[in-house]
DNA sequence: CTAGTTGTGTACTAACAGGAACATAATTTG
DNA sequence: CAAATTATGTTCCTGTTAGTACACAACTAG
């Protein structure tokens, strides 16, 4: 079933990947729609017929980052064992926040917007669920191995979950501050010293 | 020395503690100059008058911020152990970042600005600072207590303190998301638990 | 070819942003 | 009292913001 009507010009992932970077090195608030539509090489208009407006124009850059730039977690997720999901995850997060290329640092989910006012509440609060989402699944992951015996008995695994995200999040923000792979690896080295197994 | 001319009618700092809050719930970008006027009660050309513009009176707010609000850091420092600086740090910065009364959660130096368009990268630049001058500081204090032999000798000053720091921001991120004093807590002892000691 | 549908480009708008002008008010110093 | 100094209040200004109106272009279906 073709569609019908005159054919879009540009790709939308393409187009994506720009917004992408852009939200991603200046936070939502700070980005302008003409930050995007100069970025992603359209015009103001063509933005809003195909994304509808900023906000859902964000998401649907999220979601992207998601799939390109997260798929460690997926990874990690698919590992054997705890130790090993706990591992590559953190050791794949240190290497996506820290300087790779012309990519920005940090991450994209916190750094977005951490805190905005009412207008953007909303941002906020789909930033926060996209995080809890992605911890939901590696809680689950420990859930599993826990019942596998894979896991110490007195190992709650939303603690582990939480603690690997916990370190996560500070090494986005470190990163965005400057810090690079070599100031943070001990850090992520640490953190799974106390992790079991 | 008396001063001369027309007295302030408000109080510097009290008028700083509500900016603390507004620039803390919203971060520097999303407050406009009438949520500082309203939150401080005063008009704006006494803001101007008093703090210079925006961008001072939110440099103002983060000194204030960090007097009030980040005793404890001075507190750890002051403690006789590397091991007790870094239990009352840590622990100190959990209730510091989750739900108090009627502040906000998080961290004013994290949610401030963690990204910014081109116009402020003065203030994402300061609040980095602001972070790294306070890694330093527990640095500094690790340092001594290496040469005094309160440390192992195979343990580096620095990464003990990027490992605290970076826990810290985490748990401000998490905190910021909606995280509770007891999700948290285990994070706090499980990262304790691989500081030496 | 005609009608319907969808994408693009130019120009606009209404609201809001940070900041400044300028007159006025309240104090100290002489 | 007069002069100097500092704070306040009202008003305005200039640039920028997200979002829209409307004409036009390119395609499919009949």
New interface residues.
């Given amino acids: 079933m073709a569609e019908s009507g005159r054919p879009r010009e540009f790709d939308v992932d393409e187009a994506l990947d720009k917004a992408v970077e852009v939200f991603?090195?200046?936070?939502y608030?700070?980005?302008?729609l003409d930050?995007l539509t100069n970025a992603m090489q359209i015009a103001r208009t063509s933005l809003y017929h195909a994304f509808g407006n900023k906000e859902a124009t964000f998401r649907r850059a999220v979601e992207r980052y998601a799939q390109t730039r997260m798929g460690y977690l997926d990874e990690a997720i698919g590992l054997p064992t705890a130790r090993a999901v706990a591992e590559h995850y953190l050791r794949s997060n240190l290497m996506a926040v820290t300087a790779r290329g012309g990519d920005p640092t940090?991450c994209l989910t916190?750094?977005?917007g951490?805190?905005?006012?009412a207008a953007?509440q909303g941002v906020v609060q789909f930033l926060?669920d996209c995080?809890?989402g992605a911890e939901a699944r590696l809680a689950e992951r420990f859930r599993a191995a826990a019942a596998q015996g894979d896991l110490p008995p007195d190992e709650?695994p939303a603690?582990l979950a939480?603690?690997l995200?916990?370190?996560?999040?500070?090494?986005?923000?470190?990163a965005?501050?400057?810090?690079s792979r070599a100031?943070?690896a001990?850090?992520v080295e640490?953190?799974l010293?106390?992790f079991p197994g």
């Avoid at 608030?29 to 302008?32: K, V, Y």
């Fill in positions: 991603w090195r200046q936070g608030e700070a980005t302008t930050d940090g916190i750094q977005g951490l805190a905005a006012g953007d926060g995080r809890a709650q603690h939480k603690y995200f916990t370190i996560a999040a500070g090494l986005a923000v470190q965005r501050a400057g810090a100031d943070l001990p850090v640490r953190t010293s106390a």
